[in-house]
């Protein structure tokens, strides 16, 4: 199973906004409505920001939604803050109960 | 409070075995279905395996890197759950990282532990 594509990095100024990609197959985000994405601060347990495509966990945010068309699934920043820094990753379930992650995303806040 | 603590991690050489453990708390264990993920160095995330909770079945899947040489098991008297790695090899190196979840999603993770396969 082939990682899911995301961009390396992005980068914002506080109060901006950003979107982060994740590009997939039929085989896993287009075929499937269990996209998910976590924040990941170095050192650090990811935490869960967004599920099921669209779903935001009891106390993230509302500045974090994701998306998704097709193949590709995206997670929108709005109102960036410094605390926003970290890494992303991208997760979708796949074909034969598996379970594939994106290679992540470095947000900057510049 | 939810923790999950991963244990167990070390350097070990080529062909070696190591179990990591993962101790729990917090959260109804026997209910939780339960998952391991790694990341090697510089990497993303990727996905080890997954084991149901017994009432699901209790079973397991693995990704193909790791299918026939890695199990996962647990004890739900313990809260905790298991990895044992044999027939490591050097691209096993990264964190490793438990979870719950890996129906729809992982909720909550560890902190992780580091695997070093190194001659």
């Known amino acids: 199973q082939s990682a899911l594509t995301q961009p390396r990095s992005v980068s914002g100024s506080p109060g901006q906004s950003v979107t982060i990609s994740c590009t997939g197959t039929?085989?896993?985000?287009?075929?499937?409505?269990?996209v998910s994405w976590y924040q990941h601060h170095p050192g650090k347990a990811p935490k869960l920001i967004i599920s099921d495509v669209s779903k935001r966990p009891s106390g993230v945010p509302d500045r974090f939604s994701g998306s998704k068309s097709g193949n590709t699934a995206s997670l929108t920043i709005s109102g960036l803050q410094a605390e926003d820094e970290a890494d992303y990753y991208c997760?979708?379930?796949?074909?034969?109960?598996?379970?594939?992650f994106g290679g992540g995303t470095k947000l900057t806040v510049l | 409070e939810v923790q999950l603590v991963e244990s167990g991690g070390g350097l070990v050489k080529p062909g070696g075995s190591l179990r990591l453990t993962c101790a729990t708390s917090?959260?109804?264990?026997?209910?939780?279905?339960m998952s391991w993920v790694r990341q090697a160095p510089g990497k993303g995330l990727e996905w080890v395996g997954r084991?149901?909770?017994?009432?699901?079945?209790?079973?397991?899947e693995y990704a193909t890197p790791v299918k026939g040489r890695f199990t996962i098991s647990r004890d739900d008297s313990k809260n905790t759950l298991y990895l044992q790695m044999n027939s490591l090899k050097t691209e096993d190196t990264g964190v490793y990282y438990c979870a719950t979840g890996g129906g729809q999603y992982f909720d909550l993770w560890g902190r992780g532990t580091l695997v070093t396969v190194s001659s």
């Open positions: 997760g979708s379930y796949a074909d034969r109960y598996t379970w594939v």
């Open positions: 039929s085989s896993d985000v287009g075929g499937y409505n269990y």
């Open positions: 917090g959260f109804t264990f026997s209910k939780a279905w």
């Open positions: 084991i149901r909770s017994k009432s699901a079945g209790g079973t397991t």
